[in-house]
């Protein structure tokens, strides 16, 4: 086979290709490119005149939205051009206006016979491959196993581990935090009597309520049965109270629907604060249930705080 013909099954192959292809030289400028970039760049407004274009000046004069990572792709660009680093991948989000999508894009240096070990005819492949269905999936097994599948709301393992970060910004930067347990008051009593699907619908119509009455920035989360729990960045003890005695008053003063007529319920709360000396929010959560104790004791629906004194409505 001639240079002319293997020249011409080159660029049939790369055309053939799914993933969108350029091929760079040892300065950044663009000297060929295959039919799905220029495909993706007619489909998306962009220009055909990419040949002769530098890709890595391209990046260095990105602005807005997506700038840092093509700041950071243009560099590694250079990176790999000049022999630093073999290769270079990363993922970025590439959105348009009616569409969400991601893509894998690589560098990878051009290792032929035809490049020499001189850095000024080293040439670099740069593929973008759409993984949009990829990340899609990985978006929707992330939020499965972030949410409870009764109420919608987040699960244990996300409290936690939202929990975590927050007890570090405490420790770090001093910034209060706090937390509050929920139980559905006589839960069992409900199953008992009214059967499970009024104790689901029970704990989806209190969730409901406890989302209209906590904050913007708070974490509501479903940790177990009939237990919820209430993250409050930003917010010291009496502050955490206040939102939750507002939730308490939010359902003693509704009522959800059973087979046999109306069903009342009432809550009661345990309130903490984070501590710095805290090893886990774990700790947080004991204090919680402590509190949540002293409330159930007290008669339920009301509030208990682990280290301020407070009185709440107690029902009856």
């Not at 007619?42 to 602005?63: H, K, P, W």
């Amino acid at each position: 086979m001639d240079w002319l013909s293997e020249r011409r099954l080159a660029g049939a192959v790369l055309d053939a290709l799914t993933a969108s292809i350029c091929v760079v030289d040892h300065s950044g400028v663009i000297v060929a490119v295959n039919e799905a970039w220029r495909r993706f760049s007619d489909e998306n407004g962009g220009s055909d005149a990419f040949l002769g274009m530098n890709y890595i000046e391209v990046c260095r004069r990105a602005t807005g939205a997506g700038a840092d990572a093509a700041h950071r792709f243009g560099h590694n660009i250079e990176e790999v051009l000049t022999c630093r680093r073999d290769r270079f991948e990363m993922e970025y989000p590439c959105h348009s206006p009616d569409t969400r999508r991601w893509f894998l894009t690589r560098v990878t240096r051009l290792e032929t016979e035809a490049v020499s070990h001189d850095d000024t005819d080293c040439v670099a492949v740069i593929t973008h491959q759409d993984i949009t269905a990829r990340k899609l999936l990985e978006f929707e097994l992330k939020m499965l196993a972030e949410t409870d599948e009764l109420t919608g709301l987040k699960n244990r393992r996300k409290f936690l581990a939202t929990a975590d970060k927050v007890l570090e910004r405490l420790k770090g930067e001093g910034m209060p935090a706090s937390m509050f347990i929920i139980d559905l008051d006589h839960f069992k009593e409900i199953n008992d009597t009214h059967g499970h699907a009024a104790g689901d619908e029970a704990l989806r119509h209190v969730a409901e309520l406890f989302k209209r009455g906590i904050r913007c920035g708070d974490l509501l989360a479903r940790i177990g049965g009939e237990e919820f729990a209430v993250l409050l960045p930003n917010t010291d003890e009496w502050g955490a109270i206040m939102v939750a005695e507002r939730v308490r008053a939010l359902v003693a003063d509704s009522t959800t629907g059973t087979g046999e007529g109306k069903l009342k319920l009432t809550v009661s709360i345990g309130v903490t604060t984070l501590w710095k000396s805290d090893s886990s929010p774990d700790a947080a959560l004991g204090r919680a249930d402590a509190a949540l104790y002293r409330a159930k004791e007290n008669g339920r629906n009301c509030v208990r705080a682990a280290t301020v004194e407070f009185i709440s409505p107690i029902g009856v």
